[in-house]
């Protein structure tokens, strides 16, 4: 047997979805990533650089639509939030390895 097909998810795009509040309600979603370290530990991915312009102001998170949020997918160690901007519910999908660092952590206490 190959590694290829020894490890589950090497084919699929496996996640772990987790609705919170009144999960996808709203119409539009502040979104905020997270990297999943090999230790356990959970990273704010760092923020992209402005698109324009070089000012003093920093960017807050992007906002995105109800459609984009439903098409997003994670990579394997990132766990992307999106929150609603009215009703403040919303989602979380994590990638398969965030899923089981977070789950192994967790039993390890």
């Given amino acids: 047997m190959s590694t290829a097909t020894a490890i589950p998810g090497n084919t699929a795009n496996t996640f772990l ?6 999960g996808l309600s709203d119409d539009r979603y502040v979104v905020e990533k997270f990297k999943a370290l090999v230790n356990g530990d959970i990273r704010r991915c760092p923020d992209e650089p402005p698109a324009k312009g070089g000012g003093r102001r920093r ?8 459609k984009a949020v439903r098409e997003m997918r994670p990579a394997r160690t990132e766990i992307i939030v999106c929150t609603g901007l009215r009703t403040r519910g919303g989602v979380q999908i994590w990638g398969d390895i ?7 952590r967790r039993q390890r206490g």
Avoid: S
């Fill in 59 to 66: 960017t807050g998170f992007p906002t995105v639509t109800l």
């Fill in 98 to 104: 965030a899923c089981g660092l977070f789950h192994d």
């Fill in 17 to 22: 979805t987790h609705l919170f509040g009144t």
